[in-house]
Nanobody, 111 residues
């Protein structure tokens, strides 16, 4: 397993953008599957997006066309670029790489 550190969350207004980062302290490039998930208060953890290999991406219906997942093997970092954020995107976001979860990071969208 690897240790993952997430960053980039925070409080934004509706319509704004954020980019989340998830950095691995060990192996990264050889992991084929990586993903982002989120959990809102009182709800189950849902899939936001995942990438298989370098660029085979899949998105949840609620974020299609607004979010982009990408990976940088040289930086050992998984990204989630979030645009046109909505209050419904408010949640704790988690990355998953190589069977390890990030610590979770809060994203709050509110006016």
């Amino acid at each position: 397993q690897v240790q993952l550190v997430e960053s980039g969350g925070g409080l934004v207004q509706p319509g704004e953008s954020l980019t989340l980062s998830c950095v691995s302290d060990g192996e990264f490039e050889n992991f084929w599957f990586m993903g982002w998930y989120r959990q809102a208060p009182g709800k189950q953890r849902d899939t936001v997006a995942f990438v298989r290999g370098d660029d085979d991406t899949t998105y949840g219906d609620s974020v299609k066309g607004r979010f982009t997942i990408s990976r940088d093997n040289a930086k050992k970092t998984l990204f989630l670029h979030m645009r046109r954020l909505k209050p419904g995107d408010t949640a704790v976001y988690y990355c998953l790489i190589g069977g390890s979860w990030g610590q979770g990071i809060q994203v709050t969208v509110s006016s």
